[in-house]
């Protein structure tokens, strides 16, 4: 493990790879605490904050590896490569993930979670690479802008212009037209086309938080900024709210202004805590899992898929192994609603373990 990681970031990563599971994998998805639904649609929930928190800790990352790279002098062609090497393997594995198990490519959906990653990813990077600080800001600034107009202004046919229903808007008719059958639902993708342009923004105001980090000021001085910069974008989401609803399944630009305030507020938290007070031991699950984020993304998500189709006998009955294990060994003692809650948390708690002798190991699975 590079002795130079901040480890305030990996402890962030790891709690959003947590998020993650918590949210994606509940014993049964009947029986769901609300604030762990994402929101049917304007507004947001908990849950709502952990995809951006991620795209934002990738930007974070961008600034920290390719500024150390470029300082030992590895020229900007072999960045070039790595960047599209690594965008190649992300994206694959998002498709490997909605293939298993049942490789159905005739229908096989494209966008996707670590497919956005990947996109992001790559050109959140290749900005980095080719301008500085101020050109971020003016590029992150000028995606969420531009795509405020198109979904203002844009008519749709049949629509027009300016609608932000589920049925209507502009980037459920790009993506109905350029990936139909293809598509998380019929008609419209969370991951879709269009709404990438807004999610670089999210990665690249990472990119912004990430050359603060690294600038030589004291370390109170670049908490006290992430915390002012986190209540100044929360703030300018809410407060804008109204003219462009905040909406994770659109990834409006006022739902950028607002996760990346509430992410940099925790990074702040995490920073200010590890890298400042030096209080890290509270942290420890969360480096574990944050240290190789990705592998436990793509094993844990593997994991569920899995037993989910393995089929176990009980009581006559023949039922997949998750099914199993919540209607057998969780529900009937905690109730539906906390069984269904405890089989994500054992989860966490099993991928914390998987990964504990590599992180004492200091290994690092590169993808």
């Not at 993506?175 to 923004?201: N, Q, R, V």
């Amino acid at each position: 493990m590079n002795s130079r990681r901040l480890s305030s970031l990996d402890a962030f990563r790891g709690l959003t790879i947590a998020g993650m599971i918590l949210v994606n994998n509940p014993g049964s998805w009947k029986h769901v605490y609300a604030p762990l639904r994402h929101a049917e649609w304007h507004g947001w929930t908990p849950t709502d904050l952990v995809f951006p928190f991620f795209l934002f800790i990738v930007g974070v990352s961008i600034s920290f590896s390719f500024s150390k790279r470029m300082e030992q002098g590895i020229a900007k062609n072999e960045l070039y490569l790595k960047t599209m090497k690594r965008t190649v393997i992300l994206f694959g594995l998002g498709i490997l993930l909605t293939l298993f198990p049942h490789f159905n490519f005739l229908t096989i959906r494209i966008p996707g979670v670590l497919q956005r990653i990947a996109l992001c990813y790559l050109f959140s990077s290749l900005l980095f690479l080719k301008t500085g600080t101020k050109g971020r800001c003016i590029a992150s600034f000028s995606f969420l802008a531009i795509y405020w107009l198109m979904m203002k202004l844009v008519p749709v046919p049949g629509y027009g212009p300016g609608i932000l229903a589920y049925e209507g808007n502009l980037c459920a008719y790009i993506d109905s037209h350029l990936l139909a059958g293809h598509l998380y639902k019929p008609g419209f993708d969370p991951e879709g086309i269009l709404s990438t342009l807004p999610a670089i923004a999210t990665t690249l105001l990472g990119t912004l938080t990430g050359d603060w980090l690294r600038s030589s000021k004291m370390i109170l001085h670049k908490t006290i900024g992430i915390l002012i910069g986190g209540v100044f974008f929360t703030l300018s989401g809410l407060l804008l709210h109204p003219l462009f609803p905040l909406n994770k399944q659109l990834w409006t630009s006022t739902y950028v202004l607002f996760t990346a305030g509430v992410a940099l507020l925790f990074l702040g938290f995490c920073y200010g805590m590890i890298e400042g007070m030096r209080i890290k031991k509270w942290a420890t699950p969360f480096l574990v899992l944050g240290t190789n984020a990705i592998a436990v993304y793509v094993g844990s998500t593997l994991m569920v898929k899995l037993i989910s189709v393995i089929k176990v006998s009980a009581s006559g009955e023949v039922l997949p192994l998750k099914t199993y294990i919540y209607n057998h060994l969780l529900a009937p003692w905690a109730g539906h609603l906390n069984g269904s809650l405890l089989f994500p948390l054992f989860l966490i708690i099993l991928w914390v373990g998987i990964m504990l002798p590599l992180y004492r190991k200091k290994i690092i699975i590169k993808i």
